[in-house]
């Protein structure tokens, strides 16, 4: 039971916009910013979304962050079929250090 | 190019002792932290630890701490990760990854390393 609450999955057409969410608490998420990774299963994580809503170079621009209070957002528009993978928030807690979310497993339908 | 090469698959024995490693390359050891992930079979990512090899600061999360142990040798750009008595419930895929910061992103990862410890 992680302290960053996902839902565990999510889905929507190609072309639609999806929108996955990352609830936490003060003493994370309302302290610190929020980093999302994507993982394809079978593979390793990808870093995706830095400091609450940077991109690293080579990620689509179809993919964002936001965060506000206690509560980050990633929001993919433009769904893709490759799209379709588990998505993980990450951010520091004052008690725990370094925690990630329980993960959303994206489908593509 | 950065790159974190991970050691290959391990099959052992509960009770039995185990290190692996994660080997950069690309960019400057000692100035950015590794932090090590585990996943279990079917489960999500979970936070394990992270060090600065600069000055090895070494923190762990307080489900980890005292299970296993997090250190780098700075002469070959190495992170490991270790146990002294391994649990069939140690049975994951473990990955380093770089970090930013103590609190930053991970930018970064290694191909990850399967442990299994059959019961």
């Known amino acids: 039971q992680s302290v960053l609450t996902q839902p565990p999955s999510a889905s929507g057409t190609p072309g639609q916009r999806v929108t996955i969410s990352c609830s936490g608490s003060?003493?994370?998420?309302?302290?610190?910013?929020v980093n999302w990774y994507q993982q394809v299963p079978g593979t390793a994580p990808k870093l995706l979304i830095s400091?609450?809503?940077q991109r690293p170079s080579g990620v689509p621009d179809r993919f964002s962050g936001s965060k506000s209070g206690t509560t980050a957002s990633l929001a993919i528009s433009g769904l893709q079929s490759e799209d379709e993978a588990d998505y993980y928030c990450?951010?520091?807690?004052?008690?725990?250090?370094?925690?990630f979310g329980g993960g959303t497993k994206l489908t593509v339908l | 190019e950065v790159q974190l090469v991970q050691s290959g698959a391990e099959v052992k024995k509960p009770g039995e002792s185990l290190k692996i490693s994660c080997k950069v390359s690309?960019?400057?050891?000692?100035?950015?932290?590794i932090v090590w992930v585990r996943q279990m079979p079917g489960k999500g990512l979970e936070w394990m630890g992270i060090?600065?090899?600069?000055?090895?600061?070494?923190r762990y999360s307080p489900s980890f701490q005292g299970q296993v142990t997090i250190s780098v040798d700075k002469s070959i750009a190495t992170a490991y990760l270790q146990w002294t008595s391994l649990k069939a419930s140690d049975t994951a895929m473990y990955y380093c990854?770089?970090?930013?910061?103590?609190?930053?992103?991970?930018?970064?990862w290694g191909q990850g390393t399967q442990v299994t410890v059959p019961s």
């Open positions: 990854a770089r970090s930013a910061g103590l609190r930053g992103w991970f930018d970064s």
């Open positions: 690309g960019y400057s050891f000692s100035s950015y932290w």
């Open positions: 060090i600065f090899p600069g000055d090895s600061d070494t």
């Open positions: 003060a003493s994370n998420i309302g302290s610190y910013t």
């Open positions: 400091k609450n809503n």
């Open positions: 990450a951010t520091w807690d004052d008690s725990l250090n370094g925690v």
